[in-house]
């Protein structure tokens, strides 16, 4: 009564036609295409094989070992879903051992069917196709409740499905592994960076104190015994103190510099004309009594964290500043092109300019390519100039020749294309 209902409720898939099996196959290749895990590959799979085929059942099984399991299905009645079977007494098995397609017109008269695990099924026909043919991973199988010959081109659609379902699954372990390296990279860097952070905190502690105390024994000996010293011996007491105030502004660069690759950022929509206009009027006490012509292109907003871009915009044009600080007239330029997907943001000015062999090393932390008597500086703002930018998805680079000036390009990515 029941066999009788579903055969009568069977599909040859009314106006199944070879090209719209190819359509949904096509369909299919894209879906599997972004398919992330093994359970969507299924989901995709046992339902595509109905459709492409006009079926009345699929089943999705993956080999384990000696066994094949039947780990999914889509039929008009249950088949053997969750059941598992030794690969040499099944015809998934068999499709897979033998590599090759199993055609059945009719399951009662062909060997190879196990007849008691079909007898209580709808099933009298049926299309098994292996999953990578090179060295079998599973099987797709499609099931009739009519006797029938598949056309040949049928079974090259289904054999075509299987092919992309062994992409899919090699995809999503490739995926996994991947993921699996991500989430490992993650951990170790935030190990380093908990690591830097107690660093930075004992440089902060342990070299300050000792530091506390030349200072503070150069003051002891200034007030006690400032008389008993010669003139060499009290301007040996400046260099000390002046050297280890300096030493003193490193150690705090260096952590400025720590805490920048740190902190959370923010983007918002920043109009940086804007912005680079505050910059300009904030650098008046380096700027006054001196020539300096500004030329501000039209700039466009750009998406980025709006303190730290400011932060990339003051150490620029400061350094325009300082080191055209020698020349009568500077010029100091700010433009922006538009690149393949990104901004490309230009400060550059008529100074002293820098050889190009070292224009790298430029944004390394401490590194300078003047004398602290020519241009006074610690060598750290391209560092974090750098450091931002590169968090924000682009790119830092610079040109220049000696006393010829010097341009400095940094690049943000687009908005929404971040
Ligand atoms: N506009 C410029 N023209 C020529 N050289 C430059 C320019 N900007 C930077 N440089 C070179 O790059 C070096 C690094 O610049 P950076 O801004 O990191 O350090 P700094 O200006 O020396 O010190 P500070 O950390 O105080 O900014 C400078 O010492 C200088 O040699
Ligand atoms: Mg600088």
């Known amino acids: ?65 000696d066994m094949s399991y039947y780990a999914d299905e889509d039929a008009i009645a249950p088949l053997w879903k969750g059941m598992k079977f030794p690969i040499d ?73 299987a092919d992309t379902t062994a992409v899919a699954i090699e995809n999503v372990r490739v995926y996994n592994e991947l993921e699996q390296r991500v989430r490992q990279r993650t951990q170790q860097l935030e190990e380093a960076n908990q690591e830097l952070e107690a660093f930075s905190y004992s440089v902060s502690h342990d070299l300050r104190a000792p530091l506390r105390h030349v200072d503070g024994f150069v003051d002891l000996l200034r007030k006690n015994s400032e008389s008993a010293l010669d003139e060499n011996g009290r301007r040996y007491l400046d260099r000390i103190s002046g050297a280890a105030k300096t030493m003193g502004t490193l150690i705090d660069e260096l952590l400025v510099f720590s805490r920048m690759g740190r902190s959370e950022m923010r983007s918002t929509v920043v109009p940086v004309g804007r912005m680079v206009d505050e910059v300009i009027s904030s650098l008046v006490p380096e700027t006054s009594g001196r020539q300096i012509v500004w030329l501000v292109d039209e700039l466009p907003e750009a998406e980025a964290d709006p303190s730290m871009l400011r932060l990339v915009f003051m150490n620029l044009l400061s350094n325009a500043v300082k080191y055209t600080s ?40 401490f590194q300078r390519l003047h004398r ?40 943000l990515p687009s908005k929404g294309e971040a």
């Open 1 to 65: 009564m029941i066999a009788q209902d579903i055969i009568s409720r069977r599909s040859e898939t009314p106006g199944w036609t070879y090209m719209k099996g190819m359509e949904r196959l096509v369909a299919v290749v894209q879906e599997l295409s972004m398919a992330r895990d093994i359970e969507k590959v299924m989901r995709i799979v046992r339902r595509a094989a109905r459709e492409i085929s006009g079926a009345d059942g699929a089943t999705f099984v993956l080999r384990d070992h």
């Open 89 to 161: 007494s099944c015809i998934s098995g068999w499709a897979m051992l033998n590599r090759a397609p199993a055609v059945i017109e009719d399951i009662y008269v062909d060997d190879r069917i196990p007849l008691d695990l079909y007898r209580p099924t709808f099933v009298k026909s049926l299309v098994m196709v292996p999953i990578r043919t090179a060295d079998p991973i599973g099987a797709i199988g499609n099931y009739w409740a009519v006797k029938r010959k598949p056309a040949e081109e049928e079974v090259r659609l289904l054999q075509a499905l």
């Open 326 to 365: 020698k020349v009568e007239r500077a010029e100091i330029h700010v433009g922006c092109t538009k690149g393949e997907g990104d901004l490309i943001f230009i400060v550059s000015d008529n100074g002293a300019g820098f050889d190009m062999k070292y224009a790298d090393k430029l944004f390394g932390v």
């Open 372 to 411: 602290q008597e020519d241009f006074e500086g610690v060598g750290i703002g391209l560092a974090n100039v750098r450091r931002i930018v590169h968090r924000h998805g682009g790119r830092t680079w610079a040109e220049g020749t000696v006393n010829g000036g010097a341009t400095f390009y940094f690049s």
